[in-house]
């Protein structure tokens, strides 16, 4: 099994540099807006994982790729000049882990904390509607039971 860390510490630095770099310039939510449409134009583009990830191609060549890329879907010049910065120095296949660290910076920025639900089997509209989820020491309770206890409190308060 290959160890991911260096590469998943490389992402995290950069990450933080374009974090900085976009708050400063008050350009956090157009740079993050670039950002998820990348992933998606990687996710849907065989040739563009491949050029990104593949030994094959020169820093050169994936520079000018990632550039004319970020250039053609309008980004932001700090996302152009990231994505190129991250190809000139031999770190795109570091892309994605980059976008993933920064997009966990920009929800700490807005206060937004993720939080896995799993269950047995699908839940219905009704009981997503009514779930127990716990983020950290928080419970955030939208049960029905909750619901009329909390009703149940304010009418004895009234």
Same mark, same amino acid.
């Given at each position: 099994?290959?160890? *991911?860390?260096?590469?998943?510490?490389?992402?995290?630095?950069?990450?933080?540099?374009?974090?900085?770099?976009? +708050?400063?310039?008050?350009?956090?939510?157009?740079?993050?807006? *670039?950002? +998820?449409?990348?992933?998606?134009?990687?996710?849907?583009?065989?040739?563009?994982?491949?050029?990104?990830?593949?030994?094959?191609?020169?820093?050169?060549?994936?520079?000018?790729?990632?550039?004319?890329?970020?250039?053609?879907?309008?980004?932001? *010049?700090?996302?152009?000049?990231?994505?190129?910065?991250?190809?000139?120095?031999?770190?795109?296949?570091?892309?994605?882990?980059?976008?993933?660290?920064?997009?966990?910076?920009?929800?700490?920025?807005?206060?937004?904390?993720?939080?896995?639900?799993?269950?047995?089997?699908?839940?219905?509209?009704?009981?997503?509607?009514?779930? +127990?989820?716990?983020?950290?020491?928080?419970?955030?309770?939208?049960?029905?039971?909750?619901?009329? *206890?909390?009703?149940?409190?304010?009418?004895?308060?009234?």
């Amino acid at each position: 099994m290959a160890d *991911d860390s260096k590469s998943t510490d490389v992402g995290a630095r950069y990450a933080q540099a374009l974090f900085d770099l976009a +708050k400063a310039g008050g350009r956090l939510a157009a740079v993050e807006a *670039d950002l +998820k449409s990348f992933k998606l134009m990687r996710r849907e583009s065989v040739d563009l994982r491949r050029l990104l990830d593949s030994p094959a191609f020169s820093a050169e060549d994936k520079t000018k790729a990632l550039v004319a890329v970020a250039a053609a879907a309008k980004f932001d *010049d700090i996302t152009r000049k990231f994505l190129g910065l991250m190809a000139q120095n031999r770190r795109a296949g570091g892309i994605a882990s980059a976008i993933t660290a920064f997009e966990a910076l920009a929800a700490a920025e807005r206060g937004v904390a993720s939080a896995e639900v799993t269950t047995a089997v699908k839940l219905t509209p009704a009981q997503e509607a009514g779930l +127990k989820v716990r983020v950290g020491s928080r419970l955030y309770d939208a049960s029905l039971r909750s619901k009329l *206890d909390s009703l149940r409190f304010a009418l004895k308060r009234a």
